[in-house]
């Protein structure tokens, strides 16, 4: 069955340092996102991507965030100047389009990025 | 801002008795899809319910969705071991794009 990977599945960091998170959607998916969910919390919404452009944010998804799809395959999520605070599983996820039946998301195993 | 919310946040059973949580958006969604996460694990896809007053079964799995297409709820019958894990609803705001909402998610555990 396709899945959507991610990598590293850890990633330690010191605060201040850039991080980028990979991703690999569903080959035949069009639309890609990230999420966020700190520990013990919810999974927040923080980006979706389509056509090669950002489609919608949230009001997590501030200046220091940036995505993109550098290649066919892979999806990316670079935090320019890591805080603590940004301490969280992130997942990506992909769905094959919008509309009922297919904006069904796919999510990733997640990084876990630690700012230390 | 979009809220939604679950309740309740935590629930213990004992194997074999039934469990219910709540979904409520502050606003019409468009669809509504249901997510289990097991501990430590990534959220994975169960259901989508669309249209209003939906009812789908899986199983021991009851999903509804509201007739104003704001609230729903997931019964499983008769729980087992294998059931534990955190159960969110998501879904996008009606006439939007893309962004999903997650709820707060309730986290199930069973005891054997």
């Known amino acids: 069955e396709p899945e959507v990977t991610q990598t590293p599945s850890h990633q330690v960091t010191q605060m201040g340092q850039e991080v980028i998170l990979r991703c690999v959607p569903i080959?035949?998916?069009?639309?890609f996102y990230w999420y966020r969910q700190i520990l013990g919390q919810k999974v927040e919404f923080l980006v979706s991507?389509?056509?090669?452009?950002?489609?919608?944010k949230s009001e997590i998804f501030d200046d220091q965030f940036s995505v993109e799809r550098p290649d066919g395959s892979n999806f990316t999520l670079k935090i320019r100047s890591t805080k603590l605070e940004d301490s969280a599983m992130y997942f990506c996820?992909?769905?094959?389009?919008?509309?009922?039946?297919?904006?069904?998301?796919?999510f990733g195993a997640g990084t876990r990025l630690s700012v230390l | 801002g979009q809220q939604v919310m679950q309740i309740p946040q935590y629930q213990h059973v004992q194997e074999g008795e039934d469990f219910t949580t709540y979904c409520n958006s502050s606003?019409?969604?468009?669809?509504i899809q249901w997510y289990k996460q097991r501990p430590g694990g990534h959220p994975v896809f169960l259901i989508q319910?669309?249209?209003?007053?939906e009812v789908k079964k899986q199983k021991r799995l009851t999903f509804q969705f509201g007739e104003a297409k704001k609230n729903s709820s997931l019964h499983i019958t008769a729980t087992q071991t294998t059931d534990v894990g955190t159960y969110f609803c998501?879904?996008?705001?009606?006439?939007?794009?893309?962004?999903?909402?997650f709820g707060t998610g309730t986290s199930l555990t069973v005891i054997p």
């Open positions: 996820a992909s769905s094959e389009a919008l509309g009922a039946t297919k904006n069904i998301q796919y």
């Open positions: 080959s035949n998916h069009l639309y």
């Open positions: 991507f389509y056509n090669n452009e950002i489609s919608e």
């Open positions: 606003t019409t969604l468009s669809n």
């Open positions: 319910l669309v249209k209003s007053g």
């Open positions: 998501a879904g996008p705001k009606l006439n939007t794009g893309n962004q999903f909402y």
